[in-house]
């Protein structure tokens, strides 16, 4: 899939919102995997930086650190707008308010840019794209696919979710997906086919919830695994 960069807003989470959001053990940081649509999250840099292996995919990776750099401050204000003007629309928790979010999203960021061009050059981040990856079968223990399927159900169709999957499913031995939720922060349509889809495939899928929770209810995540 061909991506031009104006079509993408980059913005990107922390290894700690990553731990939360996927409910990830001590242990199953050592495992290997994939990062999918991890656009500017910091999750592989500072996984990394603690030894740990992260492979990322991100159409994005295709542009230089200077160009991701530019559309995120091109799109910083307008973010941090709608959040204050949507405001009872999250949980103030995590964060304690719109200015400590936009803040610390930044800091993430920066992490993310400065690992950016020597993680391209150790291959840890890859310009590819679903629904169909490069890897071959069972590469990874584990993928994690953060704000991108379910949020985006409006943009991106049924198929385009089920073929993403199975081609996950394919590459990892697990799969998990957060949020649940679409952008409008209401129940992504696809979550139950997808979970009849996939059981009725012959995975055990499992809606957990999990500690991290910004979009009001959106604290839960889906787990694809194989039965063998
Ligand atoms: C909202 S961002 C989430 C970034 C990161 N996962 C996080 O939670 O911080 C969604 C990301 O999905 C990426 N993306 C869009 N289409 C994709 C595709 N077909 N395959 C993989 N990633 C894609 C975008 O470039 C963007 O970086």
């Known amino acids: ?17 990553y ?15 994939l990062g999918v649509g991890d656009g500017p999250a910091s999750f592989n840099s500072e996984m990394t930086a603690l030894g740990h292996t992260v492979l990322s995919i991100d159409p994005i990776y295709l542009f230089s650190r200077a160009q991701i750099e530019g559309r995120i401050e091109e799109n910083y204000d307008t973010l941090i707008s709608q959040v204050k003007q949507n405001s009872d629309n999250f949980v103030w928790d995590f964060f304690s308010d719109p200015a400590h979010w936009g803040r610390f ?12 061009e020597v993680g391209k050059v150790q291959g840890r981040y890859l310009p590819e794209s679903l629904p169909s990856l490069s890897f071959t079968d069972c590469q990874f223990d584990l993928a994690l696919c953060s704000h991108l399927l379910f949020l985006y159900s409006v943009q991106l169709s049924f198929d385009f979710h089920r073929d993403s999957i199975q081609e996950l499913c394919r ?41 991290y929770e910004f979009q009001k209810d959106g604290n839960e995540m889906m787990r694809i695994h194989r039965n063998d």
């Not at 053990?25 to 290997?32: M, N, Q, T």
């Open 171 to 211: 590459v990892s031995q697990e799969v998990r997906i957060f949020p649940l939720l679409t952008l409008n922060g209401e129940k992504s349509p696809y979550v139950a086919p997808i979970q009849s889809y996939f059981s009725e495939a012959g995975f055990t899928v499992d809606i957990c919830r999990v500690p």
């Open 19 to 33: 731990t939360q959001m996927f409910n990830l053990s001590a242990k199953e940081l050592d495992l290997r995997i």
């Open 105 to 116: 999203r930044l800091e993430t960021m920066r992490k993310f840019l400065e690992d950016f």
């Open 1 to 17: 899939m061909s991506v031009a960069l104006n079509q993408v807003i980059p913005w990107g989470r922390s290894l700690q919102e």
